[in-house]
């Protein structure tokens, strides 16, 4: 048996993790690089990992923030702290978030997980298709261990139990309600729980926040406690807090990384035969533009076309009901919604109020306030008419996102929502917000068009590739990180098949 092949994954989303625990318990040499830090919760705690970081659930105002970037001041953007949670892109039609933490946005979801449209992945490019992937969603929505209890009368806020006979909403089948990445009760022990790698987790407790600022318990589905914790024990390397500037492909073939180690502030490099990258949508366009604008990749026709922004729209809803509700308790999101005479076209997702980390003398204040307001979350299919840019650093986005007819009907149904329930509704009509960028590096065998091949390698540049949402060659219209995992345990499987150890 020879020298098994060095791989270098970037990024540890779900894209990153999946790829870096496939490849190393395949055999291979798996180095992760990750900018961000891992974040204090049980599962990491546990597993004896020393260095880690608050989660702004208890870090404070201070640590939500991580970089900025705008389309003025620095080109490469503001790190505002490098240990911080978010990362902002403000363009002016187009605003997307992202996040910065080993384990990347599994520790901000809401853990929805959703299956692809029929069809999404058929005819798209050669040995690729839904039957194709059907096994990879399979396997990944069980490692993600997405489930939904049969009766949801004790979830406080769960829609099909809470908004009963309110005539605005039309009621949702039962397979039509998402599967979630919770430990839900399960009425025995003590509410803690060791899984088969030896990872501890507690059951979600309803009176705590498990969203946008984190989960410490480890109750929501994490992939830094899923996948990386059980791959360490099998050899993969994290290289945490380290941040990646651009990548070579060297006269020998093989790829050459260059970093910044944040620990220490010095440059270095690493040197692999096959490179993934997972940065999420944005930074993995970003170092796609950066290393082929230095002249150490072959030419990308395509990079930058196609990127959407999966229809996202979030509306404010003031709900003045009586008896008052408290959006505040439950899981992060409460349930798949539709609204009446508006049932086609969207995917709606009621969304519970989630205080801010504020010092403990303003949280009861905090609270009260957002316990009020509910978010109506909107995904759909947009054109993906975008088009992505690069000027020494910066990423422009080109979007023209309202004339979309898709942008349309979303904004109609919330209109009709405010009409019907007679509490406000507010949104933003001229700047969308994103948490799912999607596309600009789109998976087409004709590199004119796109920039994948239907296995995830880069056109002309063997051994790289791509395992985020920026291969997707349309937007989902749904919660994207199953389809995410799927996709980067398809782009292992190939490797694994083509170059694995014998
Ligand atoms: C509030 C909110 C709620 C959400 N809820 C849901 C939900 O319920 N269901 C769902 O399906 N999706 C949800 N999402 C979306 C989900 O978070 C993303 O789809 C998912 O995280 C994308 O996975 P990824 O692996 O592509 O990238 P990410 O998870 O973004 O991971 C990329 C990683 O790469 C790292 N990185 C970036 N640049 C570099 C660099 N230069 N060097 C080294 N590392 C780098 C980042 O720090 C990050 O950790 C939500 C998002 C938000 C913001």
């Avoid at 020393?50 to 490469?76: Q, W």
């Avoid at 069980?142 to 829609?159: G, H, K, Q, T």
């Avoid at 439950?330 to 980390?357: D, S």
């Avoid at 509704?425 to 796109?450: N, W, Y």
């Amino acid at each position: 048996m020879g020298k098994p092949l060095s791989v270098i994954v970037i990024g540890s989303g779900f894209g990153g993790s999946v790829s870096a625990s496939r490849l190393t318990e395949a055999g291979f040499a798996v180095t992760l690089l990750e900018r961000g830090p891992w974040r204090d919760t049980v599962p990491v705690r546990e597993a004896g990992i020393k260095e880690r970081r608050p989660l702004p659930r208890n870090g404070g105002m201070l640590s939500v923030l991580r970089s900025l970037n705008l389309p003025f001041g620095p080109k490469k953007g503001l790190t505002l702290n490098k240990n911080g949670f978010l990362e902002l892109f403000v363009t002016p039609g187009v605003k997307v978030v992202c996040t910065s933490n080993v384990g990347g946005g599994s520790h901000i979801w809401a853990a929805v997980i959703e299956d692809s449209p029929a069809g999404f992945w058929d005819h798209r490019a050669q040995g690729l298709s839904d039957a194709e992937m059907r096994e990879h969603y399979r396997l990944t929505r069980a490692e993600l261990v997405a489930s939904y209890p049969e009766d949801s009368a004790s979830i406080p806020n769960a829609v099909d139990h809470a908004w009963q006979g309110k005539s605005f909403f039309t009621g949702i089948e039962a397979e039509e309600k998402p599967q979630m990445g919770f430990l839900f009760p399960s009425g025995g022990g003590d509410g803690t729980h060791r899984d088969k790698n030896g990872i501890v987790r507690a059951e979600i407790d309803y009176q705590q926040p498990n969203g946008m600022f984190g989960s410490p318990s480890g109750a929501k589905s994490t992939v830094d406690a899923l996948y990386l914790l059980p791959a360490i024990k099998q050899g993969l390397i994290i290289k945490d807090r380290h941040q990646v500037s651009d990548f070579l492909r060297m006269q020998n073939g093989a790829y050459r990384v260059n970093a910044r180690d944040l620990k220490s502030g010095r440059n270095v490099s690493f040197e692999a035969d096959i490179v993934i990258l997972a940065a999420g949508t944005m930074n993995t366009l970003r170092l796609l533009m950066a290393s082929q604008d230095k002249g150490q990749l072959r030419t990308m026709p395509a990079l930058g076309r196609g990127f959407g922004v999966n229809g996202d729209c979030i509306g404010d809803w003031r709900v003045d009901d009586t008896p008052a509700r408290d959006s505040c308790p439950g899981t992060p999101a409460h349930g798949r919604i539709m609204i009446k005479g508006h049932e086609e076209g969207m995917y709606l997702l009621l969304v519970g109020g989630e205080p801010p980390p504020v010092p403990g003398f303003m949280a009861e204040t905090v609270r009260k306030k957002t316990g009020t307001t509910y978010q109506v979350v909107a995904m759909a299919r947009d054109n993906a008419q975008g088009f992505v840019s690069y000027d020494g650093g910066r990423l422009n986005i080109d979007y023209e996102f309202a004339s979309d007819p898709v942008y349309q009907a979303v904004f109609d149904a919330y209109r009709s929502l405010e009409r019907q329930s007679g509490w406000k509704l507010k949104f933003d009509e001229r700047a969308v917000l994103t948490a799912h960028p999607m596309g600009g590096a789109r998976i087409c065998d004709d590199p004119q068009q796109g920039v994948i091949n239907g296995f995830g390698e880069v056109h002309d540049n063997p051994g790289l590739y791509v395992a985020d949402a920026s291969v997707f060659p349309q937007p989902l219209g749904l919660p994207p990180s199953l389809s995410i995992a799927a996709w980067a345990s398809r782009v292992s499987a190939h490797i694994i098949k083509t170059a694995g150890p014998m």
